[in-house]
C-alpha cells in the first residue's frame, strides 16, 4: 500500500514538474482567440490562458523561454503558431519586465494591434508575410469601399472592404478576413524604413491570397 502511495506521489510531482505554457493575450478578436485555441491544442506542451495584462515593452508576439531547460522544437511550433496568425515574433531567453520562466516553462504574449482614429488606409499596399509564398508581392489598391487584389496571372479580383471597430474587414463571397495595424520598422537595402502594416487575423479556407498581410514601406 505504502509502495502505491509512493508512486502516486511521484507521478503528481512528475506531471507538476512538466513545461507549461502561459498564455497571455489582449485585444484579440472572437476569431482570433478561436484560432488560437485551436493551434495550442496540436503543439504538444500543456497550456493555459492567464488573465494578467502583458507588459507594454512586449511585442505584439513575444515569447519568454527559461534559460536552463531551452526546448528548442516546442519553441519553434509555438513561434510558428503566431506566424500563422499573421505575427512576427520575438523569442527572448532571460528576464524581462519581471516575468521569468524556469524548467522549461514558456511564456506566450500575444498582442491585438488597433488602427488610430482618423487613419486613412494606404491606396496602394502589396502582401507580404503569405501562407503561402507565391502569393508575396501582390498589388493591392483600396478605393473607397473597393479593395483590388492584382493576382499572380494579371487578373483583378475586385472585393468589398471596410472598417469594423478597430479591424479592416475584406469580404469574398461570404468569407471574411481581419486586419489589424502596426507601424513596424521595414529593413530594406536602404536601411530600416517606416510601414503601415496590416496583418490578417485568421487563416481562411479560399482564396489563399487572403492569408496574406498588407504592407506599404515608406522610402523616404
Same mark, same amino acid.
Given at each position: 500500500?505504502?509502495?502505491?502511495?509512493?508512486?502516486?506521489?511521484?507521478?503528481?510531482?512528475?506531471?507538476?514538474?512538466?513545461? *507549461?505554457?502561459? =498564455?497571455? *493575450?489582449?485585444?484579440?478578436?472572437?476569431?482570433?482567440?478561436?484560432?488560437?485555441?485551436?493551434?495550442?491544442?496540436?503543439?504538444?506542451?500543456?497550456?493555459?490562458?492567464?488573465?494578467?495584462?502583458?507588459?507594454?515593452?512586449?511585442? !505584439? !508576439? +513575444?515569447?519568454?523561454?527559461?534559460?536552463?531547460?531551452?526546448?528548442?522544437?516546442?519553441?519553434?511550433?509555438l513561434a510558428d503558431?503566431?506566424?500563422?496568425?499573421?505575427?512576427?515574433?520575438?523569442?527572448?531567453? =532571460?528576464?524581462?519586465?519581471? /516575468?521569468?520562466?524556469s524548467d522549461g516553462?514558456?511564456?506566450?504574449?500575444?498582442?491585438?494591434? /488597433?488602427?488610430?482614429?482618423?487613419?486613412?488606409?494606404?491606396?496602394?499596399?502589396? *502582401?507580404?508575410?503569405?501562407?503561402?509564398?507565391?502569393? %508575396?508581392?501582390?498589388?493591392? +489598391?483600396? /478605393?473607397?469601399?473597393?479593395? !483590388?487584389?492584382?493576382?499572380?496571372?494579371?487578373?483583378? !479580383?475586385?472585393?468589398? $472592404?471596410?472598417?469594423?471597430?478597430?479591424?479592416?474587414?475584406?469580404?469574398?463571397?461570404?468569407?471574411?478576413?481581419?486586419?489589424?495595424?502596426? *507601424?513596424?520598422?521595414?529593413? +530594406?537595402?536602404?536601411?530600416?524604413?517606416?510601414?503601415?502594416?496590416?496583418?490578417? +487575423?485568421?487563416? =481562411?479556407?479560399?482564396?489563399? $491570397?487572403? %492569408?496574406?498581410?498588407?504592407?506599404? =514601406?515608406?522610402?523616404?
Amino acid at each position: 500500500m505504502k509502495n502505491g502511495i509512493l508512486i502516486a506521489m511521484l507521478l503528481l510531482l512528475t506531471a507538476c514538474q512538466q513545461p *507549461t505554457v502561459y =498564455v497571455y *493575450t489582449q485585444g484579440l478578436t472572437a476569431i482570433q482567440k478561436q484560432q488560437l485555441t485551436q493551434q495550442l491544442q496540436l503543439q504538444t506542451l500543456p497550456y493555459q490562458f492567464t488573465q494578467l495584462p502583458i507588459p507594454k515593452e512586449f511585442t !505584439a !508576439a +513575444t515569447l519568454l523561454t527559461s534559460q536552463d531547460k531551452l526546448l528548442t522544437h516546442e519553441t519553434q511550433s509555438l513561434a510558428d503558431i503566431m506566424q500563422l496568425m499573421g505575427y512576427q515574433p520575438q523569442i527572448n531567453y =532571460v528576464s524581462v519586465a519581471n /516575468h521569468h520562466y524556469s524548467d522549461g516553462n514558456i511564456g506566450f504574449y500575444l498582442r491585438g494591434e /488597433h488602427i488610430e482614429p482618423g487613419f486613412n488606409m494606404p491606396k496602394l499596399m502589396r *502582401t507580404t508575410n503569405c501562407y503561402e509564398d507565391r502569393y %508575396n508581392d501582390l498589388q493591392v +489598391t483600396f /478605393h473607397e469601399n473597393v479593395v !483590388a487584389f492584382t493576382l499572380l496571372n494579371g487578373t483583378r !479580383a475586385q472585393l468589398e $472592404w471596410g472598417r469594423y471597430e478597430d479591424y479592416v474587414i475584406i469580404n469574398y463571397r461570404g468569407t471574411s478576413q481581419s486586419y489589424t495595424h502596426s *507601424t513596424p520598422l521595414v529593413a +530594406t537595402p536602404f536601411g530600416e524604413k517606416p510601414s503601415d502594416t496590416f496583418r490578417y +487575423t485568421a487563416h =481562411v479556407g479560399s482564396p489563399q $491570397w487572403l %492569408n496574406c498581410s498588407l504592407q506599404i =514601406v515608406y522610402m523616404d
